[in-house]
């Protein structure tokens, strides 16, 4: 069955009530059926070997000497923790079960700030929706959210700041009048933050997963929320957004298929418009390298060798799993460098700002302008 018509089959409300009654009713059958069918179709998707020889591979790429930004709260979780009275903290800490205890025991100031949002959210202190417009909604369990539980309720406020400051520092900040789009924006983690602290933004979201994307718009009204196509195009004339944010988005992209949405990003954006997108690439090798990714050691090697030579590399999921509502021969798993995206966008766009493993320590941001 060719890719689209399986994700329209799979996505339908029909296969997603068959999907969820199996998970009640069998829910170990259901993981071992998801998996095996992920891991199937990722099968026919696996990247030939680079075109060198073994003696040739980066065996044990070393380490590189990069220096990270550490996470700190921005814009966006201090203009909602502004909005908090010493009150609300003192009962927020009264209400803390035993791990949220040494989460706050352990925090720095800046974490503080960030964890006070989320876990008076979390554990209902009484006037801080009202006060701070945050919503408690959290998506059903048959619905894509990418956190749950105390350190996600009311939102994802670290990746606000970091569309927010990122925006700011690249010359584009988030302004009134404003239309802007989270591209990929699940079930509106990000967008529901930004649209509480920049009303008079005009926030719109889309993404591919239709159950998510129908959750946030029914959970969110002040955003526009759609469900968008695998493929471009998106429903919107030509120059029509000031900014476009993707986190997590190209990682995943095909090569073929990154440049097409680069082309759509081009098309939509008005000149002098921003795109902030998060990638993968140098970094990542560390990362994948490392106990915490415990990729093989060929595997590395490949990777490693394919960024140097091609500075693109494209992948399945290697035993992740990949959301059906997302599988198809263009999305996989992706890392790219900075050469090739030069190479491959500039003139039409300019690198405004580009800082290596600035999400979580490992994955690249850059903040690209669309030239006239």
């Known amino acids: 069955m060719a890719g689209g018509r399986f994700d329209r089959l799979n996505g339908s409300r029909p296969a997603r009530r068959v999907k969820s009654a199996l998970r009640a009713r069998y829910p170990e059958r259901a993981e071992q059926l998801k998996v095996a069918v992920n891991a199937a179709r990722r099968a026919l998707r696996e990247p030939p070997a680079p075109r060198v020889g073994d003696d040739n591979l980066f065996w044990d790429p070393p380490a590189r000497n990069v220096e990270l930004r550490p996470l700190r709260a ?5 203009a909602l923790h502004a909005r908090l009275d010493e009150s609300d903290i003192d009962t927020m800490v009264e209400r803390l079960d035993e791990v949220d205890q040494a989460r706050w025991r352990d925090a720095d100031e800046s974490g503080r700030r960030m964890l006070a949002l989320h876990f008076c959210v979390h554990y209902g202190v009484p006037g801080v929706l009202e006060k701070t417009g945050l919503s408690d909604a959290e998506p059903p369990p048959d619905v894509t959210s990418l956190a749950r539980g105390s350190l996600a309720a009311g939102g994802s406020f670290g990746y606000a700041d970091i569309v927010a400051d ?6 584009a900040p988030l302004a009134p009048g404003q239309r802007v789009l989270d591209f990929g924006c699940s079930s509106g983690r990000i967008t529901r933050v930004l649209a509480t602290v920049h009303p008079d933004i005009e926030w719109h979201g889309c993404d591919v997963d239709r159950g998510a994307v129908e959750w946030a718009a029914a ?7 759609f469900t968008s196509d695998p493929d471009p195009p998106l429903p919107f004339p030509d120059a029509h957004l000031d900014s476009v944010f993707a986190i997590s988005i190209w990682t995943h992209f095909s090569e073929p298929a990154a440049l097409r949405w680069f082309g759509e990003m081009h098309r939509i954006l008005r000149p002098g418009g921003h795109l902030l997108l998060t990638t993968i690439g140098n970094r990542s090798v560390e990362v994948h390298a490392s106990d915490w990714g415990n990729w093989p050691r060929r595997r590395i090697a490949e990777l490693a060798t394919s960024l140097y030579t091609d500075g693109f590399y494209f992948a399945g999921g290697y035993g992740k799993d990949l959301a059906h509502a997302t599988a198809s021969d263009d999305w ?9 995206l030069a190479q491959e966008l ?23 302008e669309r030239g006239g």
């Open 74 to 78: 921005g814009e966006v979780s201090d």
């Open 219 to 225: 959970t969110f009204p002040d955003v526009r929320f």
């Open 332 to 340: 996989g798993q992706a890392f790219f460098t900075p050469e090739w």
């Open 346 to 368: 500039c003139p039409p766009w300019a690198i405004k700002l580009f800082e290596v493993g600035r999400v979580e320590a490992h994955s690249d941001l850059y903040v690209l």
């Open 166 to 171: 990122s925006l700011r520092e690249a010359g």
